[in-house]
């Protein structure tokens, strides 16, 4: 059997690839990173320099005075002094520089991460708890940054820093640089190797940790009401405090595998000088070096290993970065759900009809296909005509809303809505057309005016207000005393639950799109406040084509022209209010009568 130095459960060719797409990123970043490793390795020689040139002039002043002969110190006493300034110059420019491209490196990767991101959403991202992303946004994409910093300049450092010291060594004595490569080897190799073996499972199991414990503690954090009126605080704090413990096991080993290669090293490079000692010692005497040089030549050997110090720890790295890419591209490589050709025409909008024909959609179970959740759906929606979608849980109203906001793609069936096919629509360029008002809309922890703006960003000062005076809004927050300025709190937490679905219709009214989609715009909210909001989303619903989801049955009478009712996946009833709910034993008539 052959032994592999690696870890057993390290994937190289997988490694391999991965690192090649890493590298690839870094690319349009070449000439900052190739300064930066120049003044690390500027750095490196002059250090090598500075130690090896005060050997040989403490041991050369020593010996002259001894003998009381007479020496010129000022030069080697300037040359020390220059390399002193050296190292600390160098060191202060390679930081800049390197410092430098991992802030610009960074910055680019998230963004990247992002926009990599977006057309995943929603249908891509739902396995994924919200913790775990945001910890693949921030920690994954900082460990790639890594693979530069911590990786690419030491080992280049290492490789060209270590050569050029073996080759001068080489003019002094081919032994000496023999004997030093060995050791070095060793330093620079083995010890790194062993390093990453042992540290690299308690290393792979401190992320996944430290990920649980993200989770633990956002979740914790975000049920904190729940967990203080069902008296759960104490076995949340239980739960983070074995994650901890397990945490600081692990932490341990990583520790002990850290501790051991600091030791080896300190090890090889004292083992190589005393060798160098001994091997230079007969070069002394048959008058090949001076005396002084022998000093000099262990000094020289002894800083050599510089070069490799940080190489158990690059290895290390290498490890943590390519875990990260792994997982970095394990989500960037999921397809979307809805896949668009990148050069995808974007066709003219030509009337707000919408026609949906034998329709299926079934989203992925956790054990193979799941049952359709719209199972051969028909209806229609002629411009400028009112809706209602009803129907018992699970019908599939809120699936028919995803299908039409192109955020999950549907397997049989035909969609027409603008005029074209759906499948001709780039998403973005489809919901441009589409308004969305929600039971569940999303307040970001930003002003009033930005939460509104997000609907159009070019809005002018007067249009915000006329929206939100038709959104019955404006007098409330001409009331603030920081007006529109207000922020709006986490998840728009300062606001009523009222209030909030009124920036939702606002918002609506600032995008002024042809279809509305209404998506149990009034749940969850008090009897006064939705009779009010259903009068005001009258206003909205004005000169455009509308589907309005509700539960709300008796209210709708009013509001629209047409009901549709939904069962198990298709429309089983449909015709105006009134007619359906005079019809005996009908479903309309049912679910009206079971409220
Ligand atoms: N993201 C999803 N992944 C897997 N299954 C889903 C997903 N969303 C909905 N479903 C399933 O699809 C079916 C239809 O759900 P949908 O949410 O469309 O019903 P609904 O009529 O909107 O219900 P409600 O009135 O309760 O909102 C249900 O069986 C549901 O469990």
């Not at 000439?31 to 390795?41: K, R, S, T």
């Not at 693979?147 to 010291?165: K, N, T």
């Not at 054990?367 to 359709?372: D, I």
Request: glycine share 8%.
């Amino acid at each position: 059997m052959r032994w592999n130095p690696l870890p057993p459960d390290f994937d190289l060719p997988q490694a391999r690839a991965d690192l090649k797409r890493l590298v690839g990123l870094f690319a349009p970043y070449r000439n900052w990173m190739l300064w930066g490793a120049l003044a690390a390795l500027l750095t490196l020689l002059a250090n090598v320099a500075l130690m090896t040139a005060s050997g040989w002039f403490i041991a050369q002043m020593a010996l002259v005075g001894l003998v009381g002969a007479a020496m010129d110190y000022f030069t080697p006493a300037a040359f020390i002094r220059g390399m002193a300034i050296t190292r600390t110059a160098g060191r202060y420019i390679e930081r800049l520089i390197t410092h430098e491209a991992t802030f610009r490196l960074l910055q680019e990767l998230r963004v990247w991460f992002y926009r990599r991101l977006e057309p995943l959403a929603p249908a891509r991202l739902q396995e994924l708890r919200s913790a775990d992303l945001s910890s693949r946004l921030i920690s994954d994409i900082d460990a790639l940054n890594h693979l530069y910093l911590r990786v690419l300049v030491p080992v280049g450092v290492a490789l060209l820093g270590g050569a050029l010291i073996l080759g001068m060594m080489t003019l002094y004595s081919g032994r000496v640089a023999a004997s030093t490569l060995l050791f070095l080897l060793l330093a620079g190799v083995a010890v790194p190797l062993l390093t990453f073996r042992l540290g690299h499972g308690p290393g792979r199991r401190l992320v996944a940790l430290r990920a649980e414990l993200r989770s633990a503690a956002v979740d914790g954090l975000q049920g904190l009401g729940e967990l203080r009126v069902y008296g759960g605080a104490a076995r949340q704090a239980q739960r983070i405090d074995a994650l901890t413990d397990v945490m600081i096991g692990q932490q341990r080993q990583l520790s002990r595998a850290t501790g051991l290669s600091q030791g080896l090293l300190g090890l090889s490079a004292n083992l190589a000088m005393w060798c160098a000692l001994l091997l230079a010692i007969p070069l002394v005497t048959d008058a090949s070096i001076t005396p002084a040089e022998l000093p000099m030549l262990a000094l020289f050997v002894l800083s050599s290993f510089e070069a490799v110090l940080p190489l158990p720890l690059a290895l290390q790295m290498l490890g943590e970065t390519l875990a990260a890419a792994r997982r970095v591209f394990g989500i960037l490589d999921a397809r979307p759900q809805v896949e668009e050709p990148a050069d995808m025409p974007v066709p003219q909008w030509e009337r707000a009809d919408v026609e949906i024909d034998g329709l299926r959609l079934r989203y992925p179970g956790a054990r193979g296909e799941a049952a359709w959740a719209l199972d051969g759906l028909s209806l229609q929606l002629r411009a400028g005509e009112r809706v209602a979608l009803v129907g018992p849980s699970g019908a599939g109203k809120s699936t028919l809303v995803q299908a039409l906001l192109r955020f999950w793609d549907y397997q049989e069936g035909s969609v027409r809505i603008g005029g074209h096919d759906l499948r001709a629509w780039p998403g973005e360029a489809l919901r441009a057309h589409i308004a969305v008002v929600s039971q569940d809309t999303y307040l970001f922890n930003t002003t009033i005016r930005d939460n509104l703006m997000l609907a159009k960003p070019e809005a002018t000062e007067d249009e915000v207000i006329a929206a939100c005076k038709a959104a019955q809004l404006h007098d409330f927050i001409a009331a603030l005393p920081e007006g529109y300025e207000t922020w709006v709190g986490e998840a728009g937490m300062r606001l009523s639950g009222g209030q909030a679905r009124r920036v939702a219709i606002a918002r609506a009214l600032l995008r002024n799109a042809p279809l509305l989609i209404l998506d149990e715009p009034t749940e969850g909210l008090d009897a006064l406040t939705e009779r009010d909001l259903l009068r005001d989303l009258v206003q909205l619903m004005q000169g455009r084509t509308v589907l309005l989801i509700s539960h709300r049955i008796a209210a709708l009478p009013a509001a629209v022209d047409r009901v549709l009712v939904m069962e198990a996946g298709r429309v089983v009833e449909a015709g105006a209010p009134a007619e359906l709910l005079a019809r005996q034993g009908g479903a309309f008539r049912a679910l009206h009568d079971a409220l």
